[in-house]
């Protein structure tokens, strides 16, 4: 067989084309094929050898190419992205608890009203705000398009 180069059948050496035994990944941004692929692997269906050499060296170039997104600082683990999108969260909410304790006093002195009255009200507004906003999900699946 000859690999015909203009699309993803192989040509027998009659010139005859006959479909492959599986799709090949890469072909097509689709996540379904490669689950496709993997499920006959699964069940025993075995692709040529050519069509096995497609796949190795597509799934090694995809691999090379998250490990440079991944040293140049464009992508990173999910565990990594929840941990820092978590930390943020609980920064942003942290300031926003300390912030009444800041602006309470010099605004009760604007006011001229007790710090301790205007205070105590902001925190209630704050913690109020906050709780409404309920604790904060980050979802990394896939998106769909």
Not at 14 to 32: F, M
Not at 51 to 61: F, G, M, P, R
Not at 111 to 136: C, K, M, N
């Amino acid at each position: 067989m000859i690999e015909n180069p203009e699309s993803d059948r192989l040509l027998a050496d009659d010139a005859e084309a006959v479909d492959l035994p599986v799709p090949i990944p890469g072909t097509e941004a689709n996540p379904d094929t490669m689950a496709a692929f993997l499920t006959g692997l699964l069940n025993g269906k075995f692709g040529d050898r050519s069509t096995a050499e497609k796949i190795k060296e597509n799934a090694l170039a995809g691999l090379r190419a998250l490990e440079l997104q991944t040293k140049a600082g464009t992508l990173m683990e999910v565990a990594d992205a929840e941990t820092l999108f978590f930390q943020i969260a609980r920064s942003e909410r942290d300031a926003w608890m300390n912030w009444p304790a800041r602006v309470g006093p010099e605004l009760a002195a604007r006011l001229d009203i007790p710090a301790d009255t205007v205070t105590a009200e902001l925190v209630r507004l704050v913690h109020a705000e906050l709780a409404g906003r309920g604790e904060p999900e980050a979802d990394f699946g896939p998106r769909a398009n």
